[in-house]
């Protein structure tokens, strides 16, 4: 017998939206009030090799690793897995969450361009920048959208199973790529370690929002396809 949702579910999200959105705005008022220099610039520089500050931590191959790892946040990794997994829920028949994730994922992009021009930081000075960069530095876009795409996704998928291990594998793997993403841009310098923070923060915020939505759907879903059993 299926185990059916805790009611509670969406009081629970409620809470960490308001939770979310506390502790982002207290970030990034302390940016703006640059109080977490001190902590940005200290964590930044454990990256750095001690003999040379200019030099990223580890063996030259290190950062080639790290550099394909921060790829997997980067706008064409992130879009052709929402085109991919939009297109499998459409070819499955279930257009109206395919039409969920696209506008979830635009809906973040969005925000997090919006966010950067509101709060305009700059890009971290003092050591070189191990790959390319573009607009402003917070909140880290590579971190909030790989949070948006990678959390939104394994929730959904995990939503749809009933299982509680696999579950528990696939939003394993959606927390460890949205990890993995926000540490490497902190590694290649490009971003100051609040910036990822804050986008963690920003990016599961929004995902848990969008999924105040996307619950309804796959529970839907879910209950015609039971019917038609």
């Not at 109206?96 to 979830?104: E, K, M, P």
């Not at 509680?164 to 993995?180: A, C, D, F, G």
Request: hydrophobic share 50%.
């Amino acid at each position: 017998m299926k185990r059916p949702i805790p009611e509670y579910a969406t009081e629970i999200a409620i809470v960490l939206v308001s939770l979310g959105l506390f502790a982002f705005i207290k970030l990034a008022d302390a940016v703006k009030g640059e109080n977490s220099h001190g902590f940005d610039e200290r964590i930044l520089l454990m990256f750095r090799s001690p003999s040379d500050l200019l030099e990223p931590l580890g063996p030259g191959w290190l950062e080639v690793v790290v550099r394909d790892i921060s790829a997997l946040g980067g706008l064409l990794a992130l879009g052709l897995t929402t085109v991919a997994a939009c297109g499998y829920l459409w070819l499955k028949h279930r257009r109206q969450l395919a039409l969920f994730v696209a506008i979830s994922v635009c809906g973040g992009s969005f925000v997090n361009t919006l966010l950067k021009g509101v709060i305009g930081r700059p890009r971290p000075d003092i050591v070189p920048h191990g790959t390319s960069a573009a607009l402003s530095s917070f909140p880290s876009g590579h971190a909030m959208m790989a949070a948006v795409v990678f959390l939104t996704l394994g929730a959904l998928l995990a939503l749809s199973s009933d299982e509680t291990r696999i579950k528990i594998y696939i939003l394993s793997w959606s927390v460890l790529l949205t990890v993995m993403v926000g540490v490497s841009r902190v590694y290649l310098g490009v971003h100051w370690p609040t910036d990822v923070i804050a986008g963690w923060i920003a990016g599961a915020t929004w995902a848990t929002l969008c999924l105040l939505v996307g619950r309804r759907i796959v529970l839907a879903e879910k209950a015609v396809l039971d019917l038609s059993r």
